[in-house]
């Protein structure tokens, strides 16, 4: 389990992402600009009453955003995990991982839910899934989630450089989702950022944090209504 936990968040697999310092330099001004156009449409999608189906279209946009700044920022990686001494493309490890992010967050929410003015935030963002069209927001959400992690762990990561990258990027992904005015939401970016970073660090790609973002999503998004309803 040791050796497991290190291959998939702590021990680097060799890569080589160099870049000239002209495309570093270009790239850092594509995350900055995406930064701030994306962190002012996803404060917007998430103002918009629930049931509104202005909601879909605005919440799609922030995806796009994220995946546009990804792509013009320069390569993006999938990544590889040493699985019996051979690299392959992490799938197994970070659909597992989501399931265990999942369960503790489900375990926290049994705790948030006994406490009213967290409960309210939390209720806040559930009652998208509540009054909104289920699979429209299985749609979006999973959507979000992929995109997210093309730009903040794919464009941006490698926009901070070698200088503590997990770091500056969850505490990056954390500020921008302070716009959403909710700071369950910023809990909670700080907590799987970190995951997600770390697995980004040691895969050298972004298909292991899409993988575990989509699969944790789909816990909370079904998982969590019925939930904190109880």
Avoid: C, K
Wanted: aromatic letters at 6%; charged letters at 15%.
């Amino acid at each position: 389990m040791r050796r497991l936990v290190g291959r998939v968040f702590i021990d680097r697999v060799p890569r080589d992402h160099t870049q000239t310092d002209a495309a570093f330099r270009r790239r850092r001004v594509v995350a900055a600009v995406t930064l701030v156009v994306g962190a002012v449409l996803l404060g917007v999608s998430l103002s918009i009453r629930p049931g509104d189906a202005l909601f879909y279209p605005m919440t799609l946009a922030v995806a796009a955003t994220w995946v546009a700044g990804a792509l013009l920022s320069g390569p993006l990686h999938l990544g590889h995990i040493l699985f019996r001494d051979t690299l392959r493309r992490p799938v197994a490890t970070p659909v597992v991982t989501g399931l265990l992010a999942g369960a503790v967050f489900v375990a926290g929410a049994l705790v948030v839910r006994e406490i009213p003015p967290l409960r309210a935030y939390t209720d806040d963002v559930l009652d998208h899934a509540r009054y909104g069209s289920i699979a429209l927001i299985t749609v979006v959400t999973l959507a979000n989630g992929a995109a997210e992690e093309l730009f903040f762990r794919g464009a941006l990561f490698a926009a901070v450089g070698r200088t503590l990258p997990v770091a500056i990027s969850t505490a990056v992904y954390a500020i921008v989702t302070v716009a959403t005015g909710n700071p369950m939401l910023v809990f909670a970016a700080v907590l799987l950022g970190t995951v997600l970073g770390l697995q980004r660090r040691a895969s050298g790609g972004v298909l292991a944090p899409v993988l575990t973002h989509v699969t944790w999503s789909t816990v909370m998004l079904f998982a969590l209504p019925p939930l904190i309803s109880g």
